[in-house]
């Protein structure tokens, strides 16, 4: 069965399944789910003898090794859960895998833990489908983001202002690992000094730099072709102790979402197709007609030639990313 993530808790609280194929992005949720399973099988103090996790090393999955820990008894569990990661499956292993998929013993629980899965093995994951639950873990939407946000504080009598609500899923990039932790650092300062409201003074104190956002301002810059303000904002990135490899990362990757957003136009379908938050979505959609399609396609190929060439000795790396900006805010 497929289920998406809001249903999965339910269905491991209130079923029986003895497989699951947990993938996706957010690993948050899926560490969760795992630990439901556990809390729900294994015994209080059994952990490390009724669970195993095996790790293949990012080769194909040992069939052997897998039903040698699936037939073991739990020693005092209901039942043992064997759980597989950083795994791959080889012809041999994907031809076995159904087989052993639709005959897990009574005793046993087996969860397959990745961040992707290649469904071109269809065979292989209709088996899953058939046999266990599956599931893609993706990234919250923002709305449903900004409600864990806002409720994980009111929870502790605190408001957070809606841009510094919406800075935080912008500073981690949706990770609800990363959002979680910083929304428990802030909980704890705002305890120590005696807050009841989370403001962007207090977000940018207590929290990594947003990029992100720097990286959309330094593209409005570009798109109005104020080189100046673009390369202070560069400045002042770099003065903060970001690494110019990432920044310039960040730019190539932004120049791509700005094709791509170019060529699905409206906000709706750039966040349909691209994963986009509202915000993002709408700032790409308005950037990218700053921009003609040639001249986007010039530039981040430029950002790769700059890459090879800083890679090889042949250009210096602030010198090139500031000689692209230029090039960039040029009519």
Same mark, same amino acid.
């Given at each position: 069965m497929i289920v998406q993530t809001d249903e999965l808790n339910k269905r491991i609280k209130l079923e029986e399944d003895s497989l699951f194929l947990l993938y996706g992005e957010e690993d948050y949720f899926i560490d969760m789910a795992v630990l439901s399973i556990l809390h729900k099988y294994i015994a209080p103090g059994f952990e490390k003898m009724d669970h195993v996790k095996l790790d293949f090393g990012g080769?194909?999955?040992?069939?052997?090794?897998?039903?040698?820990?699936?037939?073991?008894?739990?020693?005092?569990?209901? #039942?043992?859960?064997?759980?597989?990661?950083? &795994?791959?499956?080889? #012809?041999?292993?994907?031809?076995?895998?159904?087989?052993?998929?639709?005959?897990?013993?009574?005793?046993?629980?087996?969860? &397959?833990?990745?961040?992707? &899965?290649? +469904?071109? +093995?269809?065979?292989?994951?209709?088996?899953?489908? +058939?046999?266990?639950?599956?599931?893609?873990?993706?990234?919250?939407? %923002?709305? +449903?983001?900004?409600? &864990?946000?806002?409720?994980?504080?009111? #929870?502790?009598?605190i408001t957070i202002r809606p841009d510094a609500c %919406?800075?935080?899923?912008?500073?981690?990039?949706?990770?609800?690992?990363?959002?979680?932790?910083?929304?428990?650092?802030?909980?704890?300062?705002?305890?120590? %000094?005696?807050?009841?409201?989370?403001?962007?003074?207090?977000?940018?104190?207590?929290?990594e730099p947003d990029i992100q956002a720097d990286i959309f301002k330094i593209m409005d810059a570009i798109g109005t072709g104020d080189a100046a303000s673009a390369l202070l904002l560069l400045d002042n990135l770099l003065k903060q102790k970001q690494p110019l490899q990432y920044i310039r990362f960040m730019v190539a990757r932004h120049f791509r979402e700005l094709i791509c957003a170019k060529e699905l136009r409206n906000k709706q379908d750039i966040m349909k197709k691209m994963g986009k938050r509202d915000y993002p979505a709408r700032k790409l959609s308005e950037q990218s007609r700053n921009f003609s399609m040639e001249k986007l396609l010039r530039l981040y190929d430029m950002c790769y030639r700059n890459d090879y060439d800083i890679k090889h000795g042949r250009a210096d790396e602030r010198a090139s990313l500031e000689s692209l900006i230029v090039l960039a805010s040029g009519r």
């Open positions: 080769r194909s999955v040992v069939t052997d090794i897998l039903l040698e820990n699936l037939e073991l008894p739990a020693w005092a569990s209901s #039942k043992r859960v064997v759980q597989a990661v950083n &795994f791959d499956f080889d #012809k041999a292993a994907a031809d076995k895998m159904p087989d052993i998929l639709a005959n897990i013993p009574q005793g046993a629980v087996l969860i &397959f833990v990745t961040d992707k &899965f290649d +469904k071109r +093995k269809k065979k292989l994951y209709d088996a899953f489908v +058939k046999y266990g639950t599956v599931c893609e873990v993706k990234h919250l939407e %923002e709305g +449903k983001l900004q409600r &864990f946000i806002s409720t994980s504080f009111s #929870k502790r009598n %919406e800075s935080l899923i912008s500073r981690y990039d949706s990770s609800m690992r990363m959002i979680d932790n910083a929304v428990k650092r802030i909980a704890l300062y705002c305890s120590a %000094e005696n807050l009841t409201d989370v403001d962007m003074n207090v977000v940018d104190e207590l929290c």
